[in-house]
């Protein structure tokens, strides 16, 4: 077993656990303060940081801006704020952007798709657009309370200590006038009394807490007492730990803040609480939240590292008081983005997120990479200018030469991902099948979904989400139709854990095959996707049904139609989703049908269709990207049918390609429904190649062109 500085990991972990309970029962004297953010010994490593650069630019810049505060007036706001998911424009479901002060507490609210001001009315939360700005003031005080804490502990000078006591007295005075208030402006358990839920109490008291432990020492007796019972104590006891989430990225700000508030001032009942409820606690969120690969449960790579900014500050000031809590599940958090990630280092925008740039995440890296060391973590440090705060506050100064990342096709079952590559490099082609849990409250109703992605972009994209009160969101990015996969009956996919069928590479061919659960009563939908080369994906769609349906395949190519085929205006039906898609068009397509878009810089993908002898309408049109005005090319393949299969090519350099289904029997020479089985020979220019899908795994025997014949029992073979 491997050995750190005498004792073995286990060892670390049974001293951690027991320096926990023994803290949390038995009173263990806390170290001195500071003790959150920083240790003595971590002010110490940062007063050396600061002299090298690039931090001393970054300090130098960071003194003068807290400088400029120090004069100011501490005027608090005189209500809470209000949601972030409220701040947006109720036509364009964008996000507003914040103008010009107008008057007491109020600004400009302005619509970034036509410039139009909207006036802010805080008689409805949804239309209180000022109490964005209040909230924003509420957390730029909270942040300088920190910020004034760390140049106190720098520089020695007690005008910051002075500052960050000002305004902890100025909130300890007027923290429990303000009402409790939920998102929807109700007074009860679950709402903040600075902010409008217990997940904003909790980001805005996690800086108080870090400030206030900096200059902690520079307070009198009564102003401890103040700034703990009317402060910290109410936020941190009565509003944050009475509301009870469970294992949720909610939960772990929430036990954050708490916990910070129980080292601080030695509440031996909160420190128990945050780290060692069994319901609730950072363990027991490491252990449910956190899967076998390293993805936090939610599905939705914000939320993932929405989760990651929750836990450090806990994690962090444990530490600093003998608590080893970088264990390895919170490593595993920091690997599965690497792994997952497309070619360009972004993560896809699954489920309730937009997409995740790794390189943008730098921060939370910089704290990692000086906790556990792992060399993976420099591919991104390596193309960080390393000018951020958690860089400046605990980075390694010289770091090691990096390789580039690898990108490979990969499985990952715990989260339900399966990802083929084929190419090296940023310009690799990637195509990840989702397939896996549904996400809870966050995940998308969306099973066999798939994004591709080629040369630096996606080419099937995804909606991911925004902001909560926008109707789109419900309406356009919760519904299964703006998303590549199965829509039955124009209704929603039911919630789902699909499992993978099959997974590999056969004769050079990547291909992942996944079945989707129960998304429909009576409905087995089995998807298998293939890339043939760099420059072609195929999918089979097999779909056995226990009545006929209405079954539609939806696919989202950004871009442009480019010379779309005649086709017949076509009404979408007041459905969700269906009703935001516009331009509509429809034709028939028993034979096969070819649809191109022109994607940008002089690219243009062309999506194919296989023919068959079941009726089949094509229907095209636009979906919604950014917002309503932002429109992304929408084509849903159609069919009246009890059992079928959809077989479809995406081409990335728009080369045309054939898809010809083969003849498949079984062992007694049956003919196999497509549904069961579907062997199709795929061919572009002179290139030929035979795919056969056989999720069942029968013996079976394909007719080829040549009039020979090719036996397999595989779930997927090549010839």
Known sequence: MTKKHGMTILGLCFYSLWMSRAIAENGAALPDHPRLL??????????????????????DAFQKRCERRLGEKIELPPRGGNWWHWYICPEHGARLRMGKPIGPWQWEHICPVDNAVLKSDPSQPSTDYDGLGIQDVHDAY????????????????????????????????????????????????????VGPQTLDESTWLIPVCQGADLVWDTLSESDRK????????????????????????IQCWKNSAVGLAGFLLGERDLIRAAIDDPDRGYRVQMEKGVQADGCWWEGAWGYHFYTISALWPLTEAARNCG??????????????????????????????SGAVNLLAQAPAY???????????????????????????????EDLPKSDPPLFRSRNETASGYGILVNGKGADATWLCLKYGPHGGGHGHPDKLNFILYSRGRMVATDPGTRAYGSPLHAGWDRATIAHNTLVVDERSQQPSQGTCLGFGNTRGIEYVMAEAGPIYKGIRFVRTAALVNANLAVLVDQIKSDRVHTLDLACHLPGTWDALPPGQPWSPPDQPGYKYIKDTTIRDAAGGLSLAVQAGKGSRVSLTLGGGPQPTQVITGTGIGRSTRDRVPAAIFRRSAQNTAFVWAISLDATPVRLQTLTVRDTAGKVMAPESAVAVQVATGKSSTGLLVNPDGTSLAVALPDKTEWRSSAVFDVR
């Open 142 to 193: 909270a942040d300088e309370v920190r910020d004034a804490g760390i140049l106190f502990q720098v520089t020695g000078d007690k005008r910051y200590a002075e500052r960050a006591r000002a305004i902890l007295l100025a909130y300890a005075e007027r923290y429990l006038s303000y009402p409790l208030h939920t998102t929807r402006g109700e007074a009860r358990i679950g709402g903040g009394r």
């Open 323 to 352: 608590i080893n809590l970088y264990g390895e599940q919170f490593k595993k958090m920091f690997d599965a983005p690497l792994a997952l990630a497309m070619p360009n280092l972004v993560l896809p925008p699954w489920n309730d």
């Open 226 to 249: 103040a700034i703990a019972d009317k402060l910290i104590l109410p936020a941190a006891r009565d509003v944050i730990l009475a509301h009870k989430i469970g294992i949720h990225n």
């Open 38 to 59: 920083f240790s003595v010994q971590g002010i110490a490593d940062l007063k050396q940081r600061i002299q090298r650069p690039p931090w001393k630019a970054q300090w």
């Open 366 to 396: 910089e704290l990692a990479y000086a906790r556990y060391q792992n060399p993976a973590y420099l591919a991104i440090l390596s193309q960080s200018n390393r000018r951020n705060e958690r860089a400046m506050w605990f980075g390694v």
